[in-house]
């Protein structure tokens, strides 16, 4: 597009920084009224026009004879039927909770809200945001699946925030073989509030509870003393997706509990269309979540891990995986009473989001 051009509006139309890669930085905000200002409302309106007028509309486009367009709808017509019946043949290996997903995204395609007020307004902009699996953890180092979120251009980051499920925010940490039934209840998000979004050389900090710390300024100061331009810091509470500068296809950053960092990439940014989920309450809409096998007990090799021991002399290795049943079988007493010395640590299975 027009690079040589000095108009503002220009500047937010995305063009590639590296082809098929990543765009240049633009204005989501101002990128997002360079399209209202080019359209007619009609052309992002979700009234959907007559057969008649669209096909019109078709045949002016294309520059083709009226005829023309009857035939080619026979002949999609006919290899419409055809595939139908191709899909029949193919038996379905995908498993049943895959097919429950499936089902779920397509639940949402076109989806109107009861409430009219609900409706996401024309003109509104989706966003599609990957996020990945943090790589701190050993099993993720080479496997480094997503998740997939659409989220509307008045979303503020914090909806961002809080719809990222990660296993580091329901981690407990401590060792409670003298008190097992205390560790439930502290979990870490509750006591970690601290986070970041990193966006084009702003820090972007979760200030909405008073225990949350400004966990970017660390950086901030160390990027001074290194020679680095220099990075700016804002409220995540305050930020919308229009307020944002930033690349689509290029990887930045969330960082919670202090180390858990996970690359967080815009795939695309485009208008509502009608065929979209339509209902604002069912936004940030989860398209795509990785399922993660589930560890089981070592034991009865049936239940979830729950508790890891170390220093365990009733366990076959060293950590060990138990469920909640046979942990509590093998290592207290009817009453409740310890056995023996070992050490016991709450275990969240990643899998426990599939
Ligand atoms: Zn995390
Ligand atoms: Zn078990």
Redesign the pocket.
């Known amino acids: 597009m027009a690079a040589n051009s000095t108009s503002n509006t220009d500047e937010n139309i995305p063009v590639f920084e590296y082809n098929d890669i990543n765009t240049k930085p633009f204005h989501v905000g101002s990128f997002r009224t360079a399209w209202l200002e080019k359209l007619q409302p009609v052309d992002y309106s979700y009234e959907e026009k007559d057969e008649e007028t669209r096909d019109a509309e078709f045949v002016n486009e294309m520059g083709i004879a009226a005829d023309t367009l009857d035939e080619l709808k026979g002949i999609c017509r006919q290899r419409k039927k055809k595939q139908d019946y191709k899909g029949t043949l193919r038996i379905d290996k995908i498993s049943r909770v895959d097919h429950y997903q499936n089902e779920l995204e397509s639940l949402a395609v076109g989806k109107r809200p009861d409430n009219p007020s609900d409706l996401v307004p024309e003109g509104e902009i989706i966003l599609s945001i990957n996020v990945l699996y943090p790589a701190i953890f050993e099993r993720f180092k080479y496997v480094r699946p997503h998740m997939t979120l659409h989220m509307l251009g008045s979303h503020s980051l914090v909806d961002l925030r809080d719809a990222i499920c990660c296993i580091s925010d329901l981690q407990v940490f401590g060792e409670f073989s003298n008190t097992p039934d205390m560790a439930p209840d502290f979990l870490s998000k509750d006591h970690f509030k601290s986070a970041f979004f990193y966006f084009e050389g702003v820090f972007y900090n979760d200030m909405r509870y008073p225990e949350c710390q400004d966990i970017s300024e660390t950086s901030i100061e160390w990027a001074k003393t290194r020679d680095f331009p220099p990075f700016a810091k804002a409220k995540m509470e305050d930020t919308c997706f229009y307020d944002l500068t930033l690349k689509v296809g290029y990887p930045y950053l969330f960082c919670h509990q202090g180390d858990c960092e996970h690359v967080v990439i815009v795939t695309d940014i485009r208008l509502a269309h009608r065929d979209d989920c339509l209902d604002r309450k069912l936004y940030p809409l989860l398209t795509h979540k990785h399922r993660v096998l589930t560890r ?8 979830i891990g729950r508790w890891l021991t170390t220093n365990d002399p009733f366990a076959p290795n060293d950590p060990c995986l ?6 509590r079988m093998l290592h207290y007493d009817q009453a409740g009473n310890k056995l023996g010395h070992f050490m016991a640590y709450p275990y969240v299975d990643p899998g426990a989001f599939n």
């Open positions: 089981k007990c070592a034991v009865c090799h049936v239940y138990f469920c909640e049943r046979c942990f």
